[in-house]
C-alpha cells in the first residue's frame, strides 16, 4: 500500500514556472518508479513523465520534453516536477502515480494514485 499527496499546483501566467511536489507514504518508496500524468476538463488523461526507481533515468512526453523536469529524493519520499515555460494547453489536473513493477513510461499507467493537484496556467 502507498498513499501519495500532491502539492504546489496553483495559477501561474504563461511563460512562468511551477514546482509540484508529491509526498509517498511507506518505507519502500526507492523500490518504486514513478510518474506524472494530467487531465484536463472534457479530456483523456495524459502520461507527462516518469523517473525509474534510483533518479538515474527520466522519459517524458513530447508535448513536455524540454520544459518539465522530474526529479526525486528518495531521502525525503518525494518526487517533484517542475515545470518551465508553461503555456495554457498545460492546464490540467496533475496526478502522482507509483508502479512497483513497470515504468509508467511503458504502460502508460500505474498501481497507485494521489488525489491530483489543479494547475492553470493564463494567456
Known amino acids: 500500500q502507498v498513499q501519495l499527496v500532491e502539492s504546489g499546483g496553483g495559477l501561474v501566467q504563461a511563460g512562468g514556472s511551477l514546482r509540484l511536489s508529491c509526498a509517498a507514504s511507506g518505507r519502500t518508496f526507492s523500490n518504486y518508479a514513478m510518474g506524472w500524468f494530467r487531465q484536463a476538463p472534457g479530456k483523456e488523461r495524459e502520461f507527462v513523465g516518469d523517473i525509474n526507481w534510483s533518479g538515474s533515468s527520466t522519459f517524458y512526453a513530447n508535448s513536455v520534453k524540454g520544459r518539465f523536469t522530474i526529479s526525486r529524493d528518495n531521502a525525503k519520499n518525494t518526487v517533484y516536477l517542475i515545470m518551465n515555460n508553461l503555456k495554457p494547453e498545460d492546464t490540467a489536473v496533475y496526478y502522482c502515480?507509483?508502479?512497483?513493477?513497470?515504468?509508467?513510461?511503458?504502460?502508460?499507467?500505474?498501481?497507485?494514485w494521489g488525489q491530483g493537484t489543479q494547475v492553470t496556467v493564463s494567456s
Open positions: 502515480a507509483a508502479d512497483r513493477t513497470t515504468r509508467p513510461a511503458v504502460t502508460k499507467s500505474a498501481d497507485y
